[in-house]
Nanobody, 123 residues
Framework: QLHLVESGGDSVEPGGSLRLSCAGS????????LGWFRQIPPKGREGVAF???????GYADFAKGRFVISLNRAKNTLYLEMNNLTPQDTAIYYC?????????????????WGQGTQVTVSS
């Protein structure tokens, strides 16, 4: 059973950067389509960035040019590098894994989820 644990959330000023980590255990992350989601209460979770098992990656419009998703297979850890953060990026960020080769646009019913890590952007 895959287990995911996020870390790296913090409070930063606008324009700052953060790198979120998602450590996997119990199985190899590279077998899954992987994603980062965020939730801004009371809204539901929204997709941020995806790394499909078939090899390509995708980003939400608000993340393009600012966020980068990457996987360190040796460490079995997924990352989300976030740059030029704005207050609108304040949210709980989750990593997730889907036992399929590709996630459809807008798909949120991933199979495994981490517990989330808080990112706060304010001056």
């Amino acid at each position: 059973q895959l287990h995911l644990v996020e870390s790296g959330g913090d409070s930063v000023e606008p324009g700052g950067s953060l790198r979120l980590s998602c450590a996997g255990s119990g199985d190899a992350l590279e077998k899954y389509t992987l994603g980062w989601f965020r939730q801004i209460p009371p809204k539901g979770r929204e997709g941020v960035a995806f790394m499909h098992r078939v090899g390509n990656s995708g980003y939400a419009d608000f993340a393009k040019g600012r966020f980068v998703i990457s996987l360190n297979r040796a460490k079995n850890t997924l990352y989300l590098e976030m740059n030029n953060l704005t207050p609108q990026d304040t949210a709980i960020y989750y990593c997730a894994a889907l036992w399929r080769a590709y996630a459809s646009p807008g798909q949120t019913d991933f199979d495994h989820w981490g517990q989330g890590t808080q990112v706060t952007v304010s001056s």
